[in-house]
């Protein structure tokens, strides 16, 4: 079978360089573990296999590790990649793993938390024979390991996020072959650790300082406080939010001359290079859409190697770059394929289709053709995409501002100084002359309308006190609905802003509401907790007609067909589980019988916006995969999935596109091709290998005429 491959899809946790200098591991919340050519950037070999995410890597010239979530520390062949063991640990994550210099014992340190309480331990195996040659009592979940050049001694660094209040966990020192806690060093907060070449001497990194240990005595030898890069508008005293930088990582040079960290913080994403002796920064380096958590030195000194995650639910880590140490120039960026899609809306016509984005664009596709047409280059993260019946795309951004585009130019015709937080939601009346806009924060929010051509404010809805999540025209245009962290709908005249009626019940926040093609009926689901409910009222009387209720995900959006038969709605996991029940990807619904009708599978976190299209025959889902699909709605069958690959360095904007059959052919955009790899197997293939069997835009026309 023939897969993209373009890189990691979540959080880069862990890189590691093989001794050699030849080859780049990168462990990801993806559940992968991929091989990086590291003069040249390309990807290699992508290794499967964990149950959960890869949170460790490391590497020799032979075989590569991987621990995480599942518990185990999985040992692959690294020019074959074929999985040669695994090794399983105790209860809790493996959240270390570091290979001893010789390359025969694996080390693996793990953690298990309690309500109340922490433990931890490191295993030491036999790498060959996959056999347990010792377990060190740490007595503290082990966030970081490290070898000693010669291999007798494993530094510890306990999990400080997981330190109960009193408590100070110390870096321990144990002897590898008996076993014995050798010496514990009062380093607190340890976000990471590396012996020097000398290996007498261990480094520590954590808060905003470096420290170097002689682990013979156990004395301090000197500490480094950092200058951490801060972003430029701390200057200005009007910032008031919480002003807090952290070191992530630390990686030493081989010589150890100079020290690396990644910095995550209040505002910046970026990583450093400082002198070893001195303390003076040499090289700061930004650009990266998420904190910086994972950083390695080549064994020439002469690159690093920089990996982002965040760990949290937007997050757009996923990427890995190489720079140059001395220059700090960008020589390489492998930007992940995890830039989520958050909304998708048709055209009136039915020709295009607008997607919002968390890299500060809306695009608009051709539905046609499934070609990029234009990006809108907005200045904060577009949280939703409008588009009226004649046209006219409106955004809506977590900056709190709604703009209007002018389609033809690309350019902004009006800023809307919406809400006082972020816009989540926004809809266009049947005539196109009025946008309705939803937002606010949890505890305040309203519902606005505007003039579609000026911005000018027209009304706000009485009745409203809490953050909304989405807004919907009748399709007369009369009324307006909406929903939010009240835990209702509530539905108001859109003249006069009078409120009409409240439809309560839900336990928790709506997420999402919809009004039926003749008006009748008005649809709203909830989020997860404590389960996710969807709901159909008749829309006048406020009568209960349908529910579905106790779902384990939250019903983010739902959208009627053209017709009124049938509902569809996304659903979304909220705690960074994967998709494996298929209740929690897209569901079609009839609505005379009452019964599912499709169970559209989803990626990975499920499908949180979705569209049909005007004749009812297609509906488009829009993912955290970075992926817009189209399915067809008689079948339940894929027939094409478009993406923008991830953009080429750190701070930049991709106009590249592919779109796809399930069968493998393809139209791209005409630098695509080059930014793609096929798979098949364990083995990856430039796109262009295959092009003239798979590069058919025809085949991607047919199937967007089949599914329309």
């Not at 606010?440 to 953050?467: I, N, Q």
């Not at 295959?690 to 599914?707: H, I, K, P, T």
Request: charged share 20%; with cysteine.
């Amino acid at each position: 079978m023939l897969v993209l491959q373009v890189g990691h899809q979540d959080d880069v946790e862990s890189v590691a360089f093989t001794p050699d200098g030849k080859t780049l591991v990168s462990g990801s919340r993806d559940r992968t573990v991929d091989l990086w050519d590291a003069r040249t950037g390309e990807l290699v070999r992508t290794l499967s296999g964990p149950d959960g995410p890869v949170l460790s890597v490391a590497a020799d010239n032979a075989v590569a590790a991987g621990a995480g979530e599942d518990r185990t520390v999985r040992i692959w062949d690294l020019h074959t990649g074929a999985l040669r063991r695994t090794l399983r640990g105790p209860a809790g994550s493996i959240k270390a793993v570091a290979l001893s210099p010789d390359g025969l014992t694996v080390a693996g340190g793990s953690e298990t938390v309690y309500p109340g309480q922490a433990d931890g331990e490191v295993t030491l195996w036999d790498r060959r024979s996959g056999a347990r040659r010792r377990t060190l009592a740490t007595r503290m979940p082990v966030a970081a390991l490290a070898y000693s050049p010669n291999g007798r001694h494993l530094a510890v660094a306990g999990d400080f996020m997981q330190q109960m209040p009193g408590q100070q966990w110390p870096v321990q020192i144990w002897d590898t072959k008996t076993g014995r806690l050798l010496r514990s060093l009062p380093a607190h907060n340890v976000a990471a650790l590396q012996f020097l070449s000398d290996g007498g001497t261990l480094v520590t990194g954590g808060g905003q300082e470096v420290e170097f240990w002689n682990t013979d005595t156990g004395q301090q030898i000197r500490t480094l406080t950092l200058s951490l890069p801060v972003p430029a508008e701390w200057s200005s005293p009007a910032v008031h939010y919480l002003r807090v930088v952290t070191l992530q990582a630390l990686a030493v040079s081989p010589d150890g001359g100079k020290i690396a960290v990644g910095v995550g913080g209040t505002g910046e994403n970026a990583a450093a290079i400082f002198d070893a002796v001195t303390g003076a920064r040499l090289q700061t380096l930004r650009g990266f859409r998420a904190k910086v958590a994972c950083v390695a030195f080549s064994p020439d000194g002469e690159t690093l190697a920089t990996g982002t995650g965040d760990a949290q639910p937007d997050s757009k880590g996923g990427d890995i770059a190489l720079w140059d140490v001395q220059s700090g120039r960008l020589r390489r960026a492998m930007n992940g394929d995890n830039n989520w899609v958050w909304s998708v809306a048709i055209a009136g016509n039915g020709r295009t289709f607008v997607t919002g984005n968390p890299d500060h664009t809306a695009r608009v596709w051709d539905a046609g053709t499934g070609a990029l047409l234009q990006t809108l280059t907005d200045p904060a993260k577009v949280f939703v995409a409008a588009v009226s019946p004649n046209g006219s795309i409106a955004t809506g951004n977590e900056n709190a501002a709604v703009r209007l585009w002018d389609v033809k130019t690309g350019r902004v015709n009006v800023v809307i100084a919406a809400h006082a937080e972020h816009v989540d939601s926004l809809a266009w009346s049947p005539d196109g002359r009025t946008l309705a806009s939803g937002g606010g924060s949890l505890l305040s929010g309203e519902v606005k309308t505007w003039d579609g051509h000026t911005g000018r404010l027209r009304r706000r809805m009485a009745g409203t006190s809490e953050g909304i999540n989405a807004v919907a025209f009748s399709p007369n245009g009369r009324e307006i609905a909406a929903g939010g962290y009240d835990n209702t709908v509530k539905i108001w005249d859109a003249g006069t802003g009078k409120l009409e009626r409240t439809l309560d019940g839900y336990d928790g926040y709506v997420e999402t509401v919809a009004f039926s093609p003749d008006g009748k009926q008005i649809a709203a689901g909830k989020d997860s907790r404590p389960g996710g409910e969807f709901k159909i009222w008749d829309a006048r009387t406020g009568h209960l007609e349908h529910a579905w209720t106790r779902l384990p995900c939250s019903v983010d959006e739902a959208a009627f067909s053209p017709d009124g038969k049938q509902i569809a709605l996304a659903c979304r996991l909220d705690d960074q589980r994967l998709s494996t029940d298929d209740t929690c990807v897209v569901q079609v619904w009839d609505l005379p019988t009452g019964k599912r009708r499709w169970t559209l599978p989803g990626p990975r976190y499920g499908v949180h916006a979705l569209a049909f299209a005007p004749d009812g025959r297609s509906l488009l889902t829009a993912s955290r995969d970075d992926a817009v699909r189209l399915w067809d709605t008689r079948t339940g069958a894929l027939r094409l999935t478009l993406r923008v690959l991830p953009p080429s360095g750190p701070g930049s904007q991709s106009a590249d596109w592919i779109a796809f059959t399930p069968g493998g052919y393809y139209a791209d955009s005409p630098g695509a091709e080059t930014r793609v790899r096929w798979r098949i197997g364990g083995r990856l293939f430039p796109a262009s290998a295959y092009a003239g069997q798979f590069r058919r835009s025809d085949f991607v026309q047919r199937a967007l005429r089949e599914g329309s």
